[in-house]
């Protein structure tokens, strides 16, 4: 059992740059793999970026490369999203995520894959 609450959405600018994190409890984390998902009203969830618990297998969805920068903190059981140079089009509902599993695989970057979420925070881009 894995447990995620996300923290430190909200409304910026466009260019400007947000900090989410994720705070994750449970046991055998060494053997996850997290990730944070967005999800905007009347379409599906999708990804966003991944990486295992020893930060490793770090993946990034194309259109955050180069902005977005995912981060697992093991001392503080913590995972988060540096999210730089912020566009409009980058609001919506940031999900954390924990699954099991470590291996380098393209189904890490499927929302299926994943047995456990936090609840979500709204991150808001204006133009």
């Known amino acids: 059992q894995v447990h995620l609450v996300e923290s430190g959405g909200g409304l910026v600018q466009a260019g400007d740059s947000l900090r989410v994190s994720c705070a994750v409890s449970?046991?055998?984390?060494?053997?996850?793999?997290l990730a944070w998902f967005r999800q905007v009203p009347g379409k599906e969830r999708e990804f966003v970026a991944c990486?295992?618990?020893?930060?490793?297998?770090?993946k990034y969805q194309d259109s955050v490369k180069g902005r977005f920068t995912i981060a697992v903190d093991n001392a503080e059981n913590t995972v988060s999203l540096q999210m730089d140079s912020l566009k409009p089009e980058d609001t919506a509902v940031y999900y954390c995520a924990a699954a099991p599993g470590v291996e380098e695989s393209f189904v890490y970057q499927q929302a299926w894959k994943y047995a456990y979420w936090g609840r979500g925070t709204q991150v808001t881009v204006s133009s």
């Open positions: 990486s295992t618990w020893s930060g490793e297998n770090i």
């Open positions: 449970g046991r055998t984390l060494d053997l996850y793999t």
